[in-house]
């Protein structure tokens, strides 16, 4: 099992981060708040969730160990695998979702794609005892982009790999950046995902 990948950062989208480890490159899938936290620098420790099925091996990548004990509790619960976790990990902080489940905030829960009221439901139940002490980490700074074009283009292409149609992507990019110019990619991707 490997516990955590340091090394350059070879690659880095809002959806996945290539980190070359020894001259090999490993492609780890990211959250939002991950990417926010690996913006900016050349090297990184990126501690990993290694799957290893008979048609893919994939690992998934998380700038803190909150966050992937948060992901693992995740992944426990009956309906949820490791794109939904990503996905319900990048609407949300670690500690914006410890507190929705601490709260029963179901209705929040149940804004992520790929989430109804029973997997909200059953979520809350599963977890409510078992992430005490997990969103005790701070927040991660977000770090505005360069221009809306990057922004649009980045945020769309997020989408796209989280795997939504990109006409749906693009057209609530667009919406969302029409009424609130300015925002960062990592805004846009999380109001996108409460849209479709």
């Not at 290893?52 to 803190?64: C, M, P, Q, T, V």
């Not at 914006?96 to 439901?121: D, M």
């Not at 989408?159 to 846009?188: C, W």
């Amino acid at each position: 099992m490997i516990e955590y990948l340091k090394g350059e950062i070879a690659e880095l989208t809002p959806a996945t981060a290539i980190i070359e480890c020894c001259g090999v490159g490993y492609e780890a899938n990211i959250t939002l708040n991950t990417y926010s936290a690996l913006q900016g620098k050349k090297d990184t420790r990126l501690y990993i969730y290694e799957v290893i099925r008979e048609d893919a091996h994939l690992l998934y990548g998380f700038s803190n160990k909150q966050e992937r004990e948060l992901f693992l509790q995740l992944i426990s619960v009956s309906g949820i695998g490791g794109n939904t976790a990503r996905t319900i990990l990048s609407a949300f902080t670690v500690n914006e979702l410890c507190e929705a489940i601490a709260t029963g905030n179901e209705v929040a829960i149940k804004s992520v794609k790929g989430i109804g009221l029973k997997t909200a439901q059953r979520l809350i139940v599963d977890l409510k005892d078992k992430i005490k002490g997990i969103g005790s980490s701070s927040g991660t700074a977000v770090l505005p982009a360069t221009a809306d074009n990057d922004v649009m283009e980045g945020a769309v292409a997020a989408l796209v790999m989280l795997g939504f149609p990109s006409t749906a992507a693009n057209k609530a990019v667009q919406s969302i950046m029409k009424s609130e110019p300015g925002m960062t990619i990592e805004q846009v991707i999380k109001q996108a995902l409460k849209l479709l």
